[in-house]
Nanobody, 122 residues
Framework: QVQLVESGGGLVQAGGSLRLSCAAS????????VAWFRQAPGKEREFVAT???????YYADSVKGRFTISRDNAKNTAYLQMNSLRPEDTAVYYC????????????????WGQGTQVTVSS
């Protein structure tokens, strides 16, 4: 079991930026696929971005061009840089990781963090 701890959430005005971090308690983090998902009140959890062990990335259309997912394997940490934030980006953001998968399907991730709240005011 991999423990994932998110940080970096908070309150920001529309147009602002935040960087989320996801710290993993595993020595072989470089072998894991990692993704960010988010869940707004009353809505289902939705895919935001993913990065594979080799660094290939995919994004949801709603965040493409504004968000950037990255990883630092030496620090066992993944990041989500969020720019040009909008009120509709308000949600709890979750980090997920899996040794055998990276992609958009939340059901295929075995390891999840506790989430970090991002609130964007208009």
């Amino acid at each position: 079991q991999v423990q994932l701890v998110e940080s970096g959430g908070g309150l920001v005005q529309a147009g602002g930026s935040l960087r989320l971090s996801c710290a993993a308690s595993v020595g072989t983090f470089s072998n894991y696929g990692v993704a960010w998902f988010r869940q707004a009140p009353g809505k289902e959890r939705e895919f935001v971005a993913t990065i594979g062990p080799g660094g290939i990335t995919y994004y949801a259309d709603s965040v493409k061009g504004r968000f950037t997912i990255s990883r630092d394997n030496a620090k066992n940490t993944a990041y989500l840089q969020m720019n040009s934030l909008r009120p509709e980006d308000t949600a709890v953001y979750y980090c997920a990781a899996d040794l055998k998968y990276y992609g958009r399907n939340a059901r295929l991730y075995d390891n999840w963090g506790q989430g970090t709240q991002v609130t964007v005011s208009s």
